[in-house]
């Protein structure tokens, strides 16, 4: 099993910058791929970035592209998503999510966090 619980979410104005945390524990963090997905109300989830083992490879949502930046420290058991140049769109509750295959199945889940941006 792998807890996840993602921190830093809040109330922003747009144009400013968030850096959310996702605190892993559990099995060994650098055995798995980790992932960022966000939901806004009445909308379905979406994928927001991803990031390999050790952070070679990363990939982006086209709507973040440019402004999120995905990174992980394995020695801390932690992923990160620093957000700039927020937008109202980008308002949503965001979750971590771990990968142990590498094929985009994710096992585990965090509770998420909410992240609201004011126009």
């Known amino acids: 099993q792998v807890q996840l619980v993602e921190s830093g979410g809040g109330l922003v ?3 400013g910058s ?3 945390s996702c605190a892993a524990s559990g099995r060994t963090f650098s ?3 980790m992932g960022w997905f966000r939901q806004a109300p009445g909308k379905e989830r979406e994928f927001v970035a991803r990031i390999s083992r050790y ?7 086209d709507s973040v592209k440019g402004r999120f930046t995905i990174s992980r420290t394995n020695t ?3 992923v990160y998503l620093q957000m ?4 109202p769109e980008d308002t949503a509750v965001y979750y971590c999510a771990a990968d142990s295959s590498g094929m985009a199945s994710y096992e585990y889940w965090g509770q998420g966090t909410q992240v609201t941006v004011s126009s």
């Open 31 to 33: 055995d798995y791929y």
């Open 76 to 78: 801390k058991n932690t």
């Open 13 to 15: 104005q747009a144009g």
């Open 55 to 61: 952070g070679v490879n990363r990939s982006y949502a």
């Open 84 to 87: 700039n140049n927020l937008k």
């Open 18 to 20: 968030l850096i959310l």
